[in-house]
Protein backbone atom coordinates (compact mmCIF):
# COMPACT_ATOMS: atom_id res chain seq x y z
CA UNK A 1 0.00 0.00 0.00
CA UNK A 2 0.86 3.83 0.07
CA UNK A 3 -0.24 6.58 2.11
CA UNK A 4 -1.06 10.10 0.95
CA UNK A 5 -0.34 13.18 3.02
CA UNK A 6 -1.93 16.33 1.70
CA UNK A 7 -1.36 20.15 2.67
CA UNK A 8 -1.62 23.43 1.96
CA UNK A 9 -5.94 24.04 1.70
CA UNK A 10 -7.39 26.70 3.74
CA UNK A 11 -9.60 30.01 3.26
CA UNK A 12 -8.80 32.47 0.44
CA UNK A 13 -10.99 35.09 -1.22
CA UNK A 14 -12.55 34.98 -4.07
CA UNK A 15 -9.72 35.77 -6.90
CA UNK A 16 -7.32 34.24 -4.73
CA UNK A 17 -4.15 31.19 -4.96
CA UNK A 18 -3.80 28.64 -2.81
CA UNK A 19 -1.60 25.40 -3.59
CA UNK A 20 -2.16 21.84 -2.57
CA UNK A 21 0.58 19.38 -2.36
CA UNK A 22 0.24 15.72 -2.04
CA UNK A 23 3.20 13.30 -1.23
CA UNK A 24 3.69 9.70 -1.39
CA UNK A 25 4.94 7.57 1.19
CA UNK A 26 6.69 5.32 -1.54
CA UNK A 27 7.45 5.40 -5.53
CA UNK A 28 5.25 3.27 -7.44
CA UNK A 29 5.60 3.21 -11.02
CA UNK A 30 3.49 3.42 -13.86
CA UNK A 31 1.29 4.90 -11.62
CA UNK A 32 -1.41 8.02 -12.39
CA UNK A 33 -1.37 11.16 -9.71
CA UNK A 34 -4.20 13.67 -9.30
CA UNK A 35 -6.81 15.46 -7.35
CA UNK A 36 -10.43 15.19 -7.13
CA UNK A 37 -12.71 17.18 -4.76
CA UNK A 38 -15.91 16.79 -3.33
CA UNK A 39 -18.78 19.63 -2.67
CA UNK A 40 -21.03 19.50 -0.04
CA UNK A 41 -24.06 17.50 -1.71
CA UNK A 42 -22.37 16.61 -4.71
CA UNK A 43 -20.25 13.54 -6.09
CA UNK A 44 -16.55 13.43 -6.03
CA UNK A 45 -15.17 14.89 -9.28
CA UNK A 46 -11.87 14.88 -11.07
CA UNK A 47 -10.20 18.18 -11.01
CA UNK A 48 -6.42 17.30 -12.93
CA UNK A 49 -4.57 14.00 -13.40
CA UNK A 50 -1.12 13.46 -14.83
CA UNK A 51 0.04 9.84 -15.89
CA UNK A 52 4.08 9.27 -14.87
CA UNK A 53 4.34 9.69 -18.38
CA UNK A 54 3.36 13.73 -17.89
CA UNK A 55 0.00 13.23 -19.73
CA UNK A 56 -2.01 15.90 -18.00
CA UNK A 57 -6.11 15.99 -17.61
CA UNK A 58 -7.81 18.71 -16.34
CA UNK A 59 -12.12 19.24 -15.67
CA UNK A 60 -13.35 22.18 -17.93
CA UNK A 61 -14.06 23.96 -14.98
CA UNK A 62 -10.76 24.85 -13.84
CA UNK A 63 -8.92 24.35 -17.01
CA UNK A 64 -6.92 28.01 -17.26
CA UNK A 65 -6.98 28.67 -13.66
CA UNK A 66 -5.56 24.97 -12.10
CA UNK A 67 -2.01 23.89 -12.65
CA UNK A 68 -0.93 20.32 -11.93
CA UNK A 69 2.53 19.53 -11.53
CA UNK A 70 4.47 15.89 -10.44
CA UNK A 71 7.95 15.28 -9.37
CA UNK A 72 8.87 11.42 -9.60
CA UNK A 73 11.87 11.67 -7.56
CA UNK A 74 10.16 13.54 -4.85
CA UNK A 75 6.95 10.79 -5.29
CA UNK A 76 4.58 14.48 -5.18
CA UNK A 77 2.11 16.17 -7.07
CA UNK A 78 1.20 19.80 -6.44
CA UNK A 79 -2.01 21.42 -7.85
CA UNK A 80 -1.75 24.96 -8.25
CA UNK A 81 -4.80 27.10 -7.99
CA UNK A 82 -5.45 30.51 -9.35
CA UNK A 83 -8.46 32.84 -9.54
CA UNK A 84 -10.63 30.80 -6.96
CA UNK A 85 -14.43 31.06 -7.45
CA UNK A 86 -16.20 30.53 -4.50
CA UNK A 87 -17.37 27.07 -6.59
CA UNK A 88 -14.33 25.80 -6.02
CA UNK A 89 -15.12 25.18 -2.57
CA UNK A 90 -15.02 21.55 -2.11
CA UNK A 91 -12.67 18.77 -0.01
CA UNK A 92 -9.94 18.08 -1.91
CA UNK A 93 -8.37 14.52 -2.37
CA UNK A 94 -5.34 13.46 -3.55
CA UNK A 95 -5.29 9.66 -5.83
CA UNK A 96 -3.05 7.68 -6.90
CA UNK A 97 -3.75 4.55 -9.07
CA UNK A 98 -1.79 2.24 -10.54
CA UNK A 99 -4.53 0.64 -13.30
CA UNK A 100 -1.59 -2.73 -14.81
CA UNK A 101 -0.65 -5.30 -12.23
CA UNK A 102 -0.20 -5.24 -9.09
CA UNK A 103 -2.94 -2.68 -9.10
CA UNK A 104 -3.36 -0.06 -6.31
CA UNK A 105 -5.62 2.99 -5.60
CA UNK A 106 -5.43 4.83 -2.83
CA UNK A 107 -6.42 8.10 -1.56
CA UNK A 108 -5.52 10.98 1.15
CA UNK A 109 -7.72 11.76 3.57
CA UNK A 110 -8.86 15.24 2.10
CA UNK A 111 -7.71 18.88 2.83
CA UNK A 112 -10.85 21.59 3.02
CA UNK A 113 -10.51 24.34 0.27
CA UNK A 114 -13.00 27.65 1.23
CA UNK A 115 -12.98 30.35 -1.60
CA UNK A 116 -15.33 33.10 0.21
CA UNK A 117 -15.11 36.67 0.92
Known amino acids: QVQLLESGGGLVEPGGSLTLSCAAS???????MGWFRQAPGKQRELVATVTSGGTIRYADSVKDRFTISRNNAKNTVELQMNNLKPEDTAVYYC????????????WGQGIQVTVSS
Open 26 to 32: RYIGAAT
Open 95 to 106: NLRRAVTPTITS
